[in-house]
């Protein structure tokens, strides 16, 4: 085997959960890997998948604890690639979907190492496959958004209102703690309350759970149910609804 | 082996055009399948991954030529499926999107038959991959959205003027024809000409190619630069531009 001058960084979408999710590229270079990085939304299965002689590194936060702060991920994916590894940093679905690869691609390329991006599955997909609706229904829903319940301190918060347009199909990725909020602001924005919502919990894993309410019962529903992330809330405005009332009654977190 | 009563439909993700984008799962689907179904956006390369013994439909549309019409798909998977068969039916990126997968699946429920999606990695996440620049980017885009150039004859115009907004990232699929028209319709809702433009045609394939350009010169690039479909529009109106001028010169298709 020859010895290897350059190492090589890949960020591998995982995938929404499922190991059997994974594509054949993504399993080909988790394989191949020297290094593997992952955090809590990654399957230990995936990880699992490394070879034996892999070394493995969790980077993420549980409960209670911190995180790597992104800096040190950066640095340390650089210094294994300079001594020539293969290192693979496994991101949860698809780096390109609020998987804040900014960060990682700039750090390499500032270093001078080849960065590769593997594209996978994202939750979206994966929870609107478990369903069997589709994100986009032709007739219906033209534009398919999708968006995070999140904003980083210091930023604007999302400019939600003009999501509450008929036509519109959403798909709102770690909102689960923020869905009050997002009902409030699509209801004040003149989405129906009788807007469809799907709520799908940790999409592909043995544990997924589907619940249907509307946007109205939106965060009633959550709290009565007891939903946590990940979870991928659909909400619908299909051009069939526009023009019903906004102002039915709503749940009770709304306000 | 025991006989089968009943037969099951998959309608499966291909991804966007490489084999190793697939995921094991839709390899396994397509593996075991009796009958595969498959149009002129799936690459051979793929079909051929079917066993030996099992039957190849190809159901697209060439130029000059008619596709199947959707009726006659639904009545194929439904016989075959209640002969006992595994069918899979191929759908390139994600059936979920823009897949036109409602009529499959409702022709399935009605039948009582099995139906079974089988998510994928949708092109602009190739596409974005490729290009190794993410869908969304903290603090200039929070909101992602997938729409397409195309609408089915008899049904409005997609709404673009909504999407003229600072923040969003837009993916549009299949929109070449209609370059010129997204063009005008994003800077007469006030899009600042210098919006940077990524167009991906063929992305994942071994004749990907990458133009990068502005809204206002998009019509003009697609024109001079000969792009055809499929390939992915990315258009990003970022936070920072915010307040730009949208009126500085257009390409000249733009009108």
Same mark, same amino acid.
Request: charged residues 20%; contains cysteine; positive net charge.
């Given at each position: ?129 478990? $369903? %069997?609706?589709? #994100?986009?229904?032709?007739? +219906? !829903? ?5 968006? =995070?319940?999140? *904003? ?58 589907? $619940? %249907?309410?509307? #946007?109205?019962?939106?965060? +009633? !529903? ?5 939903? =946590?992330?990940? *979870? ?24």
């Amino acid at each position: 085997m020859m010895t290897r001058k350059t190492g090589h960084i890949a960020l591998v979408g995982a995938g929404p959960g499922a190991r059997d999710l994974l594509t054949l590229r993504a399993l080909n270079r988790i394989q191949s890997a020297d290094l593997v990085l992952f955090d809590r939304l990654v399957d230990p299965d995936i990880v699992e998948l490394a070879r034996d002689g892999a070394e493995r590194i969790y980077v993420g936060k549980e409960v209670g604890r911190c995180a790597w702060p992104q800096g040190r991920i950066d640095r340390l994916i650089v210094a294994k690639a300079k001594l020539g590894l293969r290192v693979v940093r496994l991101k949860s679905g698809d780096p390109s979907v609020f998987g804040r690869a900014c960060e990682e691609i700039t750090a390499a390329r500032a270093a001078g190492i080849e960065i590769e991006i593997v594209p996978g599955v994202t939750a979206a997909s994966a929870a609107a496959a478990s $369903i %069997a609706r589709p #994100l986009t229904e032709r007739g +219906e !829903t033209d534009s398919f958004v999708l968006t =995070t319940g999140t *904003a980083r301190p210091g930023d604007a918060a999302p400019d939600r209102a003009r999501l509450a347009h008929p036509g519109t199909s959403m798909a709102f990725y770690m909102a689960v703690q923020r869905a009050g909020e997002v009902q409030a602001d699509l209801l004040a924005a003149g989405a129906p309350a009788a807007c469809p919502v799907d709520i799908v919990e940790r999409a592909s894993t043995p544990t997924e759970r589907h $619940i %249907a309410t509307t #946007l109205g019962q939106l965060a +009633e !529903t959550i709290a009565t149910q007891g939903v =946590t992330n990940p *979870a991928i809330l659909f909400i619908r405005y299909p051009k069939s609804l526009a023009g019903a009332l906004s102002d039915t009654p709503r749940g009770i977190f709304a306000a």
